[in-house]
């Protein structure tokens, strides 16, 4: 897989393509080989992206990091033909960088790259989207879980989670047979039990909570702002009341409360409580 039909698959905005590919042209990758391939590590991709950031030096726009970013996804295709991944998997699971750059185009109007912090696990092939969720062969201690994370553009439908967690139980006992019987984990702000107390039970977010056992309420999340309401502004007045989810997290927070990102651990498939 090259860079440019990478970036035209997964409908790459053209001017940050276009960037993007004149980088790449004018750049020996050479020089960045060996944090590129230690992505492929899951111990070592932080540091390797420290290292690699180190080396880039001043990047208008992320456009460097991105461009490394894309040279090591495009290299991994070749370990997902040997493991007989499909290519809609690996697209689906490398359209992250288009997705990120709109959600910050959404809130700052302006097309840049600056999740480079979390995309060495697709570039390093711990991470795959698969149907509505992504998951994470996320290292522990000595033992590894699935870690599932949500999209900003996930189906978060009740039978839309259901066919996700099914094909994912499928997809690692085929490809990653070691990990058939892993447990599946999230930590998120999705399962802060307080959010049941400003939804209807119906919601998609409160049955998707009852797929979980709560094993630690967790610390307190700021970072959800972006997600709920696509900004990080601090100042908690001007934020949107569009939805009825924003209007009483909103009320909240004025009143003095917290979202906090919770960890839970799923319950066996068979016995889903929502």
Request: glycine share 4%; proline share 2%; hydrophobic share 40%.
């Amino acid at each position: 897989m090259d860079i440019f039909t990478l970036c035209t698959q997964i409908n790459l905005q053209p001017e940050i393509k276009n960037r993007v590919i004149d980088f790449c042209n004018n750049f020996n990758f050479d020089t960045v080989e060996k944090q590129l391939k230690e992505f492929l590590i899951y111990e070592k991709m932080k540091d390797a992206r420290t290292e690699l950031r180190a080396i880039l030096g001043e990047d208008v726009d992320g456009i460097k990091i991105l461009a490394c970013m894309l040279k090591a996804s495009a290299d991994i295709h070749d370990i997902y033909q040997l493991k007989g991944i499909s290519d809609d998997i690996y697209f689906d699971t490398m359209k992250c960088y288009t997705r990120f750059i709109d959600e910050t185009y959404e809130m700052m109007g302006k097309l840049y790259f600056n999740r480079d912090w979390w995309t060495a696990r697709q570039s390093g092939g711990h991470l795959f989207r698969i149907g509505a969720l992504e998951y994470e062969m996320k290292h522990m201690d000595d033992t590894v879980v699935i870690s599932i994370h949500i999209p900003s553009d996930a189906d978060f439908s009740p039978a839309a989670v259901d066919k996700s967690v099914a094909e994912a139980k499928e997809f690692f006992k085929r490809y990653y047979p070691e990990l058939e019987n892993a447990e599946y984990h999230c930590h998120s702000w999705l399962l802060d039990k307080q959010l049941q107390n400003m939804l209807n039970e119906e919601s998609n977010i409160v049955r998707f909570q009852n797929r979980f056992e709560i094993v630690d309420e967790g610390e307190v999340d700021m970072e959800f702002m972006e997600w709920l309401f696509h900004t990080k502004a601090a100042d908690l007045q001007k934020l949107p009341e569009k939805t009825s989810l924003q209007r009483n997290v909103k009320k909240h927070l004025l009143s003095g409360g917290v979202i906090r990102s919770a960890y839970g651990k799923m319950y066996f498939l068979h016995i889903y409580r929502y």
